[in-house]
């Protein structure tokens, strides 16, 4: 019994402008665990990623700073559904879960932690 959980981005699934590099990086963590999933599955181990979205950590301000936002960190928390940005123990307690017992049914999935922002 196992599990790995790996850590993407929510611009493996959207896109992101000016990070073509990133977004392809990103991409391809979740064709590795979709397929580490599918290799490790019969040993017990489960494989999952999470592509966070919109979380507020010194990349997130580095990127406001530098004017890729926008309008900020506040226009695109007005525009998420639940209304703020997310935090890095939000992307913890999901990779928490995961990482259960509970969760041995789960595998080869993208748990996207991003308020609603990529359904």
């Known amino acids: 019994m196992g599990r790995i959980v790996t850590i993407?981005?929510?611009?493996?699934?959207?896109?992101?402008?000016?990070m073509t590099h990133y977004s392809a990086a990103k991409t391809g963590?979740?064709?590795?665990?979709?397929a580490l999933a599918l290799e490790l599955g019969p040993q017990g181990i489960t494989v999952n990623t999470i592509p966070?979205?919109?979380?507020?950590?010194?990349?997130l301000r580095r990127s406001e700073s530098r004017g890729f936002l926008g309008k900020g960190v506040d226009q695109?928390?007005?525009?998420t559904?639940?209304?703020?940005?997310?935090?890095?123990e939000d992307i913890a307690?999901?990779?928490a879960f995961l990482v259960r017992?509970?969760?041995?049914?789960?595998?080869?999935?993208?748990?996207?932690?991003?308020?609603?922002?990529?359904?």
């Open 8 to 18: 993407s981005s929510s611009s493996a699934q959207t896109g992101n402008l000016l």
């Open 29 to 34: 963590v979740v064709g590795f665990a979709k």
């Open 52 to 59: 966070p979205g919109f979380i507020d950590t010194p990349m």
């Open 76 to 79: 695109h928390e007005a525009t």
């Open 81 to 88: 559904p639940v209304r703020r940005v997310g935090l890095p």
């Open 93 to 95: 307690a999901a990779c």
């Open 101 to 119: 017992e509970e969760a041995g049914y789960i595998t080869g999935q993208v748990i996207g932690v991003n308020g609603g922002r990529t359904t």
